[in-house]
C-alpha cells in the first residue's frame, strides 16, 4: 500500500468529506479529508490504482487538486 498526501481546494463540510471519501472508497482507495489542512490522505495500492486516477476522482467530484 502507498500512502500520500493531497491537498485540495473547496471542501468545507461532511457533505465534501462523504463525497471525496466515497468516490475514493468506490475505487478501492482509502480516504481520509482533514478539512482543517485542505488534505486528503490516501492509502491506496499502486500496482491497482494511480495517482493520477486519484486527483480526477477528487476533480470530478467538482473539488480542485492544488
Ligand atoms: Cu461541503
Do not use: R
Request: a negative charge; charged letters at 25%; glycine letters at 8%.
Amino acid at each position: 500500500m502507498k500512502n500520500i498526501s493531497i491537498q485540495v481546494e473547496g471542501m468545507s463540510c461532511q457533505h465534501c468529506v462523504n463525497s471525496i471519501e466515497g468516490a475514493l472508497k468506490e475505487m478501492g482507495a482509502k480516504g481520509k479529508v482533514d478539512l482543517k489542512n485542505n488534505s486528503v490522505d490516501v492509502s491506496f495500492d499502486e500496482n491497482q490504482i494511480t495517482i493520477e486516477l486519484i486527483k480526477e476522482a477528487i476533480e470530478d467530484q467538482g473539488y480542485d487538486v492544488v
